[in-house]
C-alpha cells in the first residue's frame, strides 16, 4: 500500500499541474519587494566607484565584506551563504540550531506561511477529489477551510515553539555542556552534538507527520475542530505507524537525493553574461524540483490516508454531469 501511495502520490500531482504553476508563481513573486529594497541598497552603496565596475565583472569580495559591515535590515542577509548550495545548509543550521530571522525576512516567512495555510485546504481538496474542481471549486475549498486550518497552524507554530523554546534549549545548552565539560576529544563533544541533532530533528519529523495528517483529516472529512482533528491524526498515525513512516522515508529519500543533486550542480560564486543566467535558470529548477516534492508529500500522504480508511470512494468520485451522468441516459430513454 506505501508503494501505490507513493506512485499515486506522483500521479496525483501531475495531473495537477494548475497548482503546480501556481504555487511555483506565488514563491517566485513572494520577495520580489523584498528583492527591490535589496538591490536598491546595492547599488546606492556602489553608486559609480570603481568597486561597481569590479563587481559588474564577478565577485568583488573586498567590496563585500564592507558592505555587510555597514548593512542593516533586509541588506545584511546580502552575505555569502545566498551562493549556491551555501543557502541550503545555512537554512538547515538556522533550524537545526534554532536560529531567529531578522524582522524582514521574519515577517516575509510568516506572510508566505499564512498563503499556505489558506491554499492548503485547496491542494489537500484537490488531491484527494483526483478530478479538476476549476477555480471555484479551489478556492471554494480553500476559504472554506482557512480558519479551521488557520487554528490548526496556531496549535502547532505553539508545539514547535516550545521544542525550540525548552527542548532544543536544554539538549544543546543544558544537557550537551554538562556531557562535553570535561572532555578532551573534540570527536567525542561532536557525536553528542550529532545524537542531539539526529534526536531533536526526529521530535520534529514526528510533529511535521502528526500535522500533516491533522490537515488531511481536516480538510478530506470536513472537520470543523483543529483538536478533534488533531487527535484523529494521532490515532491515525499510531495505528499505521509502519506505512506512514515507509512513506515518509520514501519521501525524504526523495529529497535528500534532490539536496545531493544540488550540492554537486549548484552554481558557484561570480559569472556574467550567459553563465549567470544558466546559474540562475538552474537555481529556479532547484526550486521548482523542491516545491513538486512538497507537494508529492501532501498528495501521496492524502493518498495513503484515503486507501488506508477507504475514503477514496466518496471523497475522490467526480459528481454526475450533464450530459456524461446515467440520469441523462434515463431521461433520453
Known amino acids: 500500500m506505501t508503494r501505490s501511495a507513493w506512485l499515486d502520490g506522483w500521479r496525483r500531482v501531475f495531473r495537477a499541474p494548475a497548482i503546480v504553476a501556481g504555487v511555483f508563481v506565488i514563491t517566485l513573486a513572494a520577495p520580489v519587494p523584498f528583492a527591490l529594497v535589496l538591490g536598491r541598497a546595492i547599488e546606492t552603496h556602489l553608486g559609480r566607484s570603481l568597486a561597481a565596475d569590479a563587481a559588474a565583472d564577478g565577485v568583488h569580495y573586498d567590496w563585500w565584506q564592507e558592505f555587510m559591515s555597514q548593512a542593516s535590515g533586509i541588506a545584511s542577509t546580502f552575505t555569502p551563504a545566498v551562493i549556491g548550495f551555501a543557502s541550503t545548509l545555512d537554512h538547515l543550521s538556522r533550524v ?21 495555510v489558506f491554499l492548503s485546504g485547496g491542494i489537500i481538496d484537490r488531491y484527494a477529489r483526483q478530478r479538476p474542481t476549476r477555480a471555484y471549486g479551489f ?25 525550540f523554546m525548552y527542548v532544543h534549549r536544554w539538549l544543546f545548552d543544558e544537557a550537551y555542556g554538562r556531557l ?10 561532536f557525536m553528542w552534538r550529532v545524537m542531539f541533532y539526529a534526536l531533536f530533528g526526529a521530535l520534529l519529523v514526528a510533529v511535521n507527520i502528526t500535522f500533516d495528517y491533522a490537515r488531511i483529516r481536516l480538510v478530506v472529512e470536513d472537520r470543523y475542530s483543529a483538536l478533534g482533528a488533531l487527535r484523529a491524526a494521532v490515532a491515525f498515525v499510531l495505528r499505521h505507524t509502519d506505512r506512514v513512516m515507509a512513506l515518509y522515508a520514501a519521501n525524504a529519500f526523495v529529497f535528500a537525493l534532490l539536496i545531493a543533486v544540488w550540492a554537486l550542480a549548484a552554481p558557484g560564486a561570480g559569472g556574467t553574461g550567459w ?9 529556479q529548477l532547484y526550486l521548482l524540483a523542491r516545491l513538486v516534492l512538497k507537494l508529492q508529500f501532501m498528495a501521496s500522504q492524502t493518498s495513503l490516508f484515503q486507501a488506508s480508511l477507504a475514503h477514496a470512494g466518496y471523497t475522490a468520485a467526480p459528481p454526475p454531469v450533464w450530459p456524461e451522468s446515467p440520469a441523462a441516459e434515463a431521461i433520453g430513454t
Do not use: H, K, N, Q
Open 275 to 283: 553563465t549567470m543566467w544558466i546559474a540562475f535558470a538552474s537555481s
Open 139 to 163: 478556492f471554494g475549498a480553500a476559504g472554506a477551510c482557512f480558519w479551521r486550518l488557520l487554528r490548526l497552524g496556531l496549535i502547532a507554530a505553539l508545539i514547535y515553539g516550545l521544542l
Open 180 to 189: 562535553t565539560r570535561d572532555l578532551s576529544v573534540e570527536r567525542t563533544a
Open 96 to 116: 537545526l540550531d534554532g536560529s531567529g530571522e531578522i524582522f524582514p525576512i521574519a515577517a516575509l516567512v510568516a506572510g508566505y506561511l499564512l498563503l499556505w
